[in-house]
């Protein structure tokens, strides 16, 4: 069981008012917030540790790589990688998914095929496209059902023995779909294609096993899992980030550089040009280390149990309808009120302090599917209570009463 009062005091944000209202947090999908324990972590590395690293012979340099190669080794026990070779820290999951599109697709033939699917954020659909208008490679789409799942069988006819990729998302950010990654994995591999996952929106709502889920590619944000902006990780098996190349080249990622040739470092340096986001990464590990004390299947629980209520509360309103009604969901609710604006409800709302996002949330071909311009979207975090709860649903109602 989770203390959720003594959680809530960790947030020093959550403590403040809005509009004149105790802060309503509901927009943990966007960026989460952050516990005192992140903030002081960084802080402590400005104020007390900073220093370049994997460059310094003196001693501040040196604890500031192990404190950076030790964040490295958190992460790696956090998603359970089988190394910290596996591990290369990057701005967030957008940085990581174009990294892959960069160096794996460098490694890719005109004809070869990539799958994702209808449910994508922007940042797993936008990379694929440019590499197909570079390279020639071929892009399709595995299709979602009116409640938001993916239709899997369509998958076995999707798969060919051009399929290099299939890049698809753990948990969809606009319809808080859970997909069955595992099942997905199970028939790439079978049809000799490699697996990238999105798990921006999944890793701060559940445990995530990288080696259990079998995949070659798993990227995160940081900001997503109550860590700070800028730092996220590609996780990616060994044997294939051997064979990828390089895909920005600087300091830090060489081995010996002369005019005529360049010798690579070693992974994950390989993949890590230039001077790294040090501090990011440490308050990360902290964040990762946080989750973990918290325990992540009592997080998903909460949530669960949070997004239940929500949903029973919010379809005793009239003209509401829940945009995603999938069998396994994750903390996020979209939906719209008939013959209101999305942004006009949440413009409201923020007068009652209830941060709420409006917006095709960054996947528009989900808003195409159901004909909508725009969602109103409330997402969780392990601090919402169910008092949160009540007071967006409040809040809809008078804002819908106001517009209607
Ligand atoms: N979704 C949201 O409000 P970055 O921006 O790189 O940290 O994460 C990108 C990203 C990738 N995949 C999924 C499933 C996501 O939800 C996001 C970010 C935010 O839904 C901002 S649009």
């Given at each position: 069981m989770i203390d959720i009062q003594a959680i809530r005091q960790q947030?020093?944000?959550?403590q403040q008012n809005e509009n004149g209202h105790p802060l309503v947090y509901l927009d943990s999908a966007a960026t989460a917030q952050k516990p005192v324990c992140v903030i002081d972590a960084i802080t402590r590395y400005y104020r007390e540790q900073n220093a370049n690293v994997h460059r310094g012979v003196y001693g501040l340099s040196e604890r500031a790589t192990e404190l950076y190669e030790g964040a490295r080794e958190t992460l790696r026990a956090f998603i359970n990688a089988a190394s910290t070779r596996e591990i290369v820290f990057v701005r967030g999951a957008t940085e990581a998914i174009n990294l892959v599109a960069h160096s794996l697709g460098r490694l890719l033939q005109p004809g070869d095929e990539i799958i994702i699917s209808e449910m994508e954020h922007h940042s797993n659909i936008v990379p694929w496209q440019m590499l197909r208008d570079e390279k020639g490679i071929v892009l399709k789409v595995l299709p979602m059902n009116d409640q938001g799942e993916l239709m899997l069988e369509a998958l076995d006819g999707l798969l060919t023995e051009r399929t290099r990729l299939v890049s698809v998302v753990h948990m969809s950010n606009a319809l808080g779909t859970i997909n069955p990654v595992a099942e997905i994995v199970t028939k790439a591999h079978a049809a000799g294609a490699k697996v990238l996952l999105d798990g921006a929106q999944a890793v701060p709502h559940m445990p995530v096993d990288v080696q259990a889920l079998g995949c070659d590619f798993y990227v995160l944000s940081g900001h997503k899992m109550y860590g700070p902006t800028g730092i996220g990780v590609l996780y990616a098996k060994e044997a294939l980030l051997e064979q990828m190349p390089p895909w920005q080249g600087g300091g830090d990622m060489i081995y010996s550089v002369t005019f005529e040739q360049t010798e690579y470092n070693v992974l994950p340096y390989k993949f890590e040009a230039g001077t790294p986001h040090i501090a990011g990464a440490i308050g990360l590990a902290e964040a990762a280390r946080w989750m973990m004390a918290v325990g992540r299947e009592a997080i998903f629980d909460h949530e669960s149990t949070l997004l239940a209520y929500a949903t029973e509360r919010l379809r005793t309103i009239e003209g509401l309808r829940i945009i995603g009604t999938a069998s396994k969901k994750g903390g996020v609710i979209s939906f719209i009120v008939e013959g209101a604006h999305p942004h006009d409800m949440a413009t409201l709302m923020d007068q009652d302090g209830v941060a709420v996002r409006a917006s095709h949330h960054c996947a528009m071909p989900v808003m195409q599917h159901f004909n909508l311009p725009a969602t109103v979207r409330a997402s969780l975090g392990v601090y919402n209570t169910q008092r949160d709860i009540d007071r967006l649903i409040a809040s809809v109602q008078e804002a819908k009463e106001m517009l209607l």
């Open positions: 947030f020093p944000i959550l």
